[in-house]
């Protein structure tokens, strides 16, 4: 399985990105998908999750900014980010929980990352 981020980018603040990625190979299904973030010199942190019924977790510094979605037919997760600020610069990582098969256990994929900066 691999994921493929994308829609990274160089933006001021106040400014928006959208951020995608797509999730190809053995997949019979994906329970959760989701999106971290890493700044330099810091860890990497949870931005936001959504699973295959469409249930959404953020992480408090985003909230009422970005909004996740998923196109499960296309295997996708988007991350919509409005009202960019210069604490948002990091760089992007895709999550997804698959399942390679009906019975199969979930098995955590990870992208390889798209860079976001925010700066005036």
């Known amino acids: 399985v691999q994921l493929q981020a994308s829609g990274g980018g160089f933006v001021q603040p106040g400014g928006f990105l959208r951020l995608s990625c797509v999730a190809s190979?053995?997949?019979?299904?994906?329970?959760?998908m989701g999106w971290y973030r890493q700044a330099p010199g810091k860890q990497r942190d949870l931005v936001a999750t959504?699973?295959?019924?469409?249930?959404?977790q953020y992480d408090d510094s985003v909230k009422g900014r970005f909004i996740i979605s998923k196109d499960n037919a296309k295997n996708t997760v988007y991350l919509q980010m409005n009202s960019l600020k210069p604490e948002d610069t990091a760089v992007y990582y895709c999550?997804?929980?698959?399942?390679?098969?009906?019975?199969?256990?979930?098995?955590?994929?990870w992208g390889q990352g798209t860079q976001v900066t925010v700066s005036s």
């Open positions: 999550t997804a929980d698959v399942r390679s098969s009906r019975f199969a256990m979930t098995k955590e994929y």
């Open positions: 190979g053995s997949i019979f299904s994906i329970d959760v």
């Open positions: 959504i699973t295959s019924g469409g249930s959404t």
